[in-house]
């Protein structure tokens, strides 16, 4: 089913974040949130999260079983990268297959070190792993390969094309190359800036 949002509004006190803003997000599809900074992207996927509660308007088709990648990347600091994934799989995921996962990202070095000795990059990569090896049927990543060198970017956004095939994938990015070379539908939210 596709994620139809009619209408919806958000205001954080006397700032009009979202105003009577439609969309629809197709199933089992990738789909960028584009725009400039302050124009509601990340308020939109916190609505669609069930994270901040909309002021108006109507949303329909959000499967519940949802995984995210933040701009922050929210990992137990002290556990390693292993440990964080397995904090959000199922019992039959083994270890094995989540050190799999993190190998073909490119962290077979340091699988098992404490991800507060991981660097910015390697953390955000963690991250990513851990939300597409929960038990979910879409995932939000808000701006997952920022920081990322470009052939670390290369080999990570591929890795998330090869492991979401049968899920509905929703990526804010500020990149139109990102969406170009994933491919996918486009939602430029650019007309929506903030009004003060």
């Not at 292993?82 to 799989?89: G, I």
């Amino acid at each position: 089913m596709d994620i139809v949002i009619s209408g919806l509004s958000k205001r954080y006190g006397e700032k009009t974040v979202l105003k009577n803003f439609n969309a629809i997000i197709p199933e089992k599809k990738m789909t960028f949130i584009m725009g400039p900074s302050g124009c509601g992207k990340t308020t939109l996927i916190n609505i669609l999260m069930g994270l901040v509660e909309k002021d108006g308007g109507t949303i329909t088709g959000v499967p519940l079983l949802k995984s995210a990648v933040f701009q922050e990347d929210r990992l137990c600091e002290s556990f390693n990268a292993v440990s964080n994934v397995r904090l959000v799989c199922e019992n039959k995921v083994k270890n094995k297959e989540i050190i799999s996962h993190l190998e073909r990202i490119g962290l077979e070095d340091n699988i098992f070190k404490p991800v507060i000795e991981l660097s910015g990059g390697m953390r955000r990569r963690v991250a990513i792993v851990r939300a597409v090896l929960a038990k979910s049927d879409i995932i939000f990543m808000d701006e997952p390969f920022k920081g990322l060198d470009d052939k670390t970017k290369e080999k990570t956004m591929q890795y998330v094309v090869d492991n979401t095939r049968d899920k509905t994938v929703v990526i804010v990015t500020h990149d139109i190359d990102e969406a170009n070379i994933l491919g996918g539908k486009i939602i430029n939210m650019e007309h929506l800036k903030t009004i003060s």
